[in-house]
């Protein structure tokens, strides 16, 4: 699916620039400057990821997991996808309660 395949690149984006940060800290703490230099900068990038997953959390009410960051891109990419193609999710899922009776129902 589509959808599935941009959020995956997105996640594996986000590993590279995540092992570059990493490599780039650790060059900079221990040839470039020193870890007394390094650890506020440290400290403060480590602060900004929490509170991006806190404001995560606060937007999309779903865990600031790997999993939870998964499926509120899955859905907003499947939204695009969904536009761009002219898919007519009404009639799709109409043509599921036709064909199962039992669809939308929850246990």
């Keep these: 699916m589509e959808s599935e395949r941009l959020v995956r690149n997105e996640l594996w984006c986000g590993l590279g620039l995540l092992s570059l940060q990493t490599a780039a800290f650790f ?3 221990f040839w470039e400057l020193s ?3 390094m650890e506020p ?3 403060y990038v480590t602060s900004s990821y929490f509170i991006l997953a806190y404001a995560f959390f606060l937007k999309t009410s779903k865990e600031p ?3 939870g960051f998964f499926a509120a891109r899955f859905k907003i ?3 695009k996808v969904i536009k761009k193609r ?8 109409e043509l599921q309660r036709m064909c199962r009776p039992d669809f939308g129902t929850r246990v």
């Design 86 to 93: 002219n898919f007519n999710i009404e009639r799709y899922r």
């Design 77 to 79: 990419k499947q939204r």
């Design 27 to 29: 060059r900079l703490t």
């Design 41 to 43: 900068i440290c400290f």
């Design 65 to 67: 997991t790997f999993e």
């Design 35 to 37: 870890w007394d230099i």
